[in-house]
């Protein structure tokens, strides 16, 4: 980790250098222009040739004095730029909550989606062929309830309330499922009544009784599912993008995942020796009940975490004019808000090409990675049919995504600093383009690549899982470090209405329509070509297609960042 960061204050030093010089340039520019200018004054008066040797000689002696306090200066050590680097107290006050926070967040993020695919993939009768149903047909309605939801919460309560509102209920439902409804779960799932509607039914619809089979399991798929959608993408950005700045927000809202990332490499290895420690159990324990209850305690503990920081955060950071700008915040609270129905918000949000664009993004983003990542899962349950191995693994690629991450983190400053926001945002799509087509031309052209699995000792199975693993690897850590701050940016120059209403609406039904959408098509074209297998050309050109609307919003929303940017700058 060291590397990156020593050419970065390096850079920054010798930026500091030249500015430095240039302002000294112009300072000496600027003096022998005034004696110039002074010089034709006098050349009228007194005379050419003694006027000339005046402003020479000055010239001169100021030229001698600005290399004097040049040299006189001292030459910063490492130390010292290492301070400079530092932020200021103000904005550490903030930065280090904000972090934790995401730290929490993500921690449980990672817990629970690794706990839920275990959960569902290796059900019985169950398998990866669930996920486009359960993404479709129960995630999606339930991210439509809960922004309808959220929406009247905005309008009746503070956005500190609705944090609370929000959080907490996640919280109690994690805990009560290990402790109470998984324990239970042989009485509550109705096998023997699916089985007698399967008898009667044709063998395709396999995957939508599976959920029903194991709707407990399905429950607890979808909420950890909103974990990710309400509290990490709504709640907390929602918040961060209240309490910082845009400048603020471009030197560090690339940084919030590095304290976020190491939440990935923890929560994965959290998990990999709870799947070790299973495996070590006396016979007649459940080894699910017991890891259950270790990861969803740890999620209880880690949340209870995240309601403290964000509760200190209300009573010292937002009550902080050096963090906060009291005045914007008042007003904010004494703008009359405008409440609309759910039919009025959805209308105001299609009127914004802004909000539109910022939705293509999101829907975008879940559409490519879901179209490859149902693929590489059902490849991967073929490699590890075993839940402890599946959930193994899944533990050390959370791990993988948290280290790989880090580093992304680290480049995504210096994008954002060289670069700027449009080519920033364009990293993503670009990534998960270069990489998603490999995996496909992996799978369509398996009897070619034969010869070269066998070379490096493995099989076409396991080149494909691991090719596929490091696909989602790259696209989650290029969204985690650019996509994720680039659309949050976004949102700060909007007005209060388009912050809370358009953010649910974009996050909480954008991101499950986008995985419901490419679950649809998969879901056409299985019923059409056969298999998942048999579609995967189809795939491969559906997300050629996606992409290029992906690129086509980045490119129309940069443009109205900038304009908004200015339109904000005018009113301040």
Known sequence: MGGPKTPSVAFF??????????????????RALTCRSSLSTRSFFVGTSQAAAGCQ??????????????????????????KSAIPPRSERKKLIPLASMFFFILFNYTILRDTKDVLMVTAKKSGAEVIPFIKTYVNLPAAIGFTALYSKLCDRMEQRDVFYACTIPFLLFFMAFAFVIFPHVDILHPHLFVDQIASRLPEGFGAPLAI????????????????????????FW?????????DEAKKYYPLFGLGANVALIFSGQYVRFVSKMRANLPPGVDPWGVS???????????????????????????TDPACVNQEKREAKKKKKRVKMGLRDSAQFLMSSTYIRDLATLVISYGMCINLVEVSWKSKLKAAYPDPNAYSSFMGNFSSATGSVT???????????????????????????????LAFYALTIFAPFFEPIAHSIGTTPLMLAVLVGAAQNILSKSSKYSLFDPCKEMAYIPLDQDSKTKGKAAVDVVGNP??????????????????????????????LGVLLFFWYKAVNSLAGQFEDAMVANDETV
Request: net charge positive; aromatic share 10%; hydrophobic share 50%.
């Open 13 to 30: 030093c010798l930026w500091l250098a030249l500015l430095h010089s240039a302002a000294s340039f112009t300072s000496i520019q600027n």
């Open 292 to 318: 259950l209850k270790y990861l969803m305690g740890a999620v209880v503990v880690s949340g209870g975490c995240l309601v403290s920081i964000f509760s200190y955060m209300q009573r010292k950071v937002m």
């Open 212 to 235: 029903v089979r194991n709707w407990s399991f399905a429950v607890f798929y979808v909420m950890a599912e909103m974990w990710g959608s309400v509290v990490a993408s709504l709640l």
């Open 513 to 542: 329509l986008g995985k419901s959408g490419g679950a649809l098509i998969q879901q056409v074209l299985i019923f059409g070509v056969g298999s998942l297998a048999a579609a995967t050309p189809w795939l491969a050109g559906i």
């Open 406 to 436: 880090l580093i992304m983190m680290l480049l995504g400053r210096k994008i954002f600093q060289k670069y700027g926001w449009r080519k920033a945002a364009l990293v993503t799509p670009s990534m998960i383009g270069v990489t998603g």
């Open 238 to 246: 929602s918040f961060a993008n209240e309490v910082t700045t845009v």
């Open 57 to 82: 000689r000055k010239e001169n002696t100021q030229l001698m004095m600005s290399d004097g306090q040049a040299a006189a200066t001292p030459k910063k050590g490492f130390v010292e730029k290492l």
